[in-house]
């Protein structure tokens, strides 16, 4: 069983930063790839970033050039790193991880954007 907590939501202002954090915890050797989608009030859940054990990373087009995803291996955390946040950036925002051929979901933590 893996269990993720996420850190790091709230409510910030139109061009202010957020840092999610994504511990992962339970009977496991490694992650593999972990990252991070969201999902705003009436849409689907959208993908965000993912990275790979080795720092490959993949970005939603929407937040290139503005988030930034990392991983501590040793401590078994994804992190996000938002900056210039945007009002259409408001959404839960759900970190997973895949271990062995199974993905974890965390419970979700808000991130709201005001204008």
């Known amino acids: 069983q893996v269990n993720l907590v996420e850190s790091g939501g709230g409510l910030v202002q139109s061009g202010g930063s957020l840092r999610l954090s994504c511990a992962a915890s339970?009977?496991?050797?490694?992650?593999?790839?972990g990252g991070w989608y969201r999902q705003a009030p009436g849409k689907q859940r959208e993908f965000v970033a993912t990275?790979?054990?080795?720092?490959?990373?993949d970005l939603a087009d929407s937040v290139k050039g503005r988030f930034t995803i990392s991983r501590d291996n040793a401590k078994n955390t994804v992190y996000l790193q938002m900056n210039s946040l945007k009002p259409e950036d408001t959404a839960v925002y759900f970190c997973?991880?895949?271990?062995?051929?199974?993905?974890?979901w965390g419970q979700g933590t808000q991130v709201t954007v005001s204008s």
């Open positions: 997973y991880a895949d271990v062995i051929s199974r993905r974890y």
């Open positions: 339970g009977s496991f050797f490694s992650i593999n790839a």
């Open positions: 990275i790979t054990p080795g720092g490959i990373r």
